[in-house]
């Protein structure tokens, strides 16, 4: 892998990262990792260039069977960047993966995908035990962005299936891709069509937890689930609009801006990534994603030198992760590490209650000192008065 990239943008938030859950993220900052995965131009890559407001990456030149240029991403692409924001690092991995969709048989298309988030997993499990930590190479996928082609019709096998795959092994997170192409209408519709059809199907998604005693983080936990799937719109130009320059995308008819929430979701994508939940999607991805797979394989019941998936022990594992067994299990996990949460929170409330406490304290021996140092300072004037006299 070559050098990090420096991101120098405009900052993007991340400083909020530290009020999430400050005690997790470590001096050294966060790592975190990002995967975008679905059909072939439906504005992956362009979508990470939105998001960190940089050409972080590039769209691989290459010829189509015709010998045409086009920018296609071809092979998994790993981008590493660092962000730094205000003292607050952030080491983050883009998995740009190449859309699927180009081939006369697409089916098992999402396998490398899959192949990929378990390889971190079974890469991470054997580092565990080494005794240098710092040494450690984590790539396990805390968020998976699976790109759906705008119809306004329906979810096609494929995606149903990759989404199945995914959701059982990583953070999911449903993405229509091109916003601009639906009106608000066909959007709605065909958001509630998808979000129907993911339940039907069982696939598993991402769902930012809703905190009992935060009301304002409750309620923008709410709105996030609400907006799913995200309706994204992904630019690498600026345009001036009212003498301000904005990302979007100019058609003969008008002009959509992505950071206009009456236009898509990309801010609230970028929220629930980049600010308010990506320490639960650390914390997730350790306690459901990785335990399970570390489960599963003690249990004999991952193969990871399988490379097809009509294996039966990875037909088995499925079944356990479908398993009512797993899912009252992963509720269980997920409710005790809310509470753990919840309680890191309350300590830090009351360490920020006791430092005011402590601070006021100070500030009334201080008052006290200065009263008595005036005091001192009269009786010494009064004394020197008194000397000049005599
Ligand atoms: N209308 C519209 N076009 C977009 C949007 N985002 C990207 N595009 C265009 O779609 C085309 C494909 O974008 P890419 O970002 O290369 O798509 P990709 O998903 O990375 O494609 P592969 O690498 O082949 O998988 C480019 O011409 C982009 O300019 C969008 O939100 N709306
Ligand atoms: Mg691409």
Redesign the pocket.
């Known amino acids: 892998m070559s050098q990090p990239a420096t991101i120098n943008a405009e900052p993007i938030g991340i400083t909020n990262l530290p009020n999430q859950r400050y005690k997790i993220v470590s001096k050294e900052g966060a790592a975190f990792t990002i995967m975008l995965a679905g059909e072939?131009?439906?504005?992956?890559?362009?979508?990470i260039n939105t998001l960190f407001q940089t050409v972080l990456a590039p769209?691989q030149d290459n010829r189509n069977r015709f010998n045409k240029p086009v920018?296609?991403?071809v092979e998994i692409n790993i981008v590493r960047a660092e962000l730094e924001e205000k003292n607050f690092k952030l080491r983050l991995n883009i998995i740009d993966t190449?859309?699927f969709g180009d081939n006369v048989n697409n089916k098992n298309a999402w396998q490398p995908i899959v192949e990929f988030i378990d390889a971190q997993h079974e890469s991470y499990m054997k580092q565990e035990s080494q005794p240098q930590r710092s040494l450690i190479k984590d790539l396990r996928v805390h968020a998976c962005l699976y790109?759906i082609r705008p119809t306004g019709h329906t979810l096609k096998p494929l995606d149903i299936e990759a989404m199945k795959k995914i959701g059982t092994r990583a953070n999911l997170i449903p993405v229509i891709?091109?916003?601009?192409?639906l009106t608000p209408n066909e959007m709605l519709e065909f958001k509630k069509r998808i979000r129907a059809i993911i339940e039907a199907q069982n696939i598993r998604i991402y769902s930012p937890p809703i905190e009992a005693d935060d009301q304002a983080a409750a309620e923008h936990a709410k709105q996030l689930i609400e907006s799913m799937p995200f309706a994204?719109?992904?630019?690498e130009e600026d345009f001036e609009v009212d003498g301000k320059m904005v990302k979007g995308?100019r058609y003969p008819w008008g002009f959509v801006e992505v950071e206009n929430d009456q236009h898509c979701d990309f801010r609230k994508l970028r929220s629930l990534l980049l600010r308010t939940n990506m320490l639960d999607l650390i914390v997730s991805t350790q306690e459901i994603h990785f335990e399970t797979y570390r489960r599963l394989k003690m249990n004999g019941e991952v193969n990871t030198d399988d490379s097809k998936d009509t294996s039966s022990k990875r037909k088995s594992a499925e079944r356990f992760i479908d398993n009512p067994e797993f899912v009252e299990e992963e509720k269980r996990l997920k409710r005790y590490f809310a509470e753990q949460l919840r309680n890191e929170d309350q300590r830090f409330k009351q360490w920020k209650q006791n430092i005011h406490t402590e601070k006021n304290r100070l500030n009334h021996d201080l008052a006290n000192l200065q009263s008595d140092m005036k005091k001192l300072e009269e009786e010494v004037k009064v004394l020197k008065q008194a000397k000049a006299h005599n």
């Open positions: 072939s131009g439906l504005g992956k890559t362009t979508f769209h920018k296609k991403t190449p859309g790109f891709a091109k916003a601009d192409t994204v719109i992904g630019s995308r």
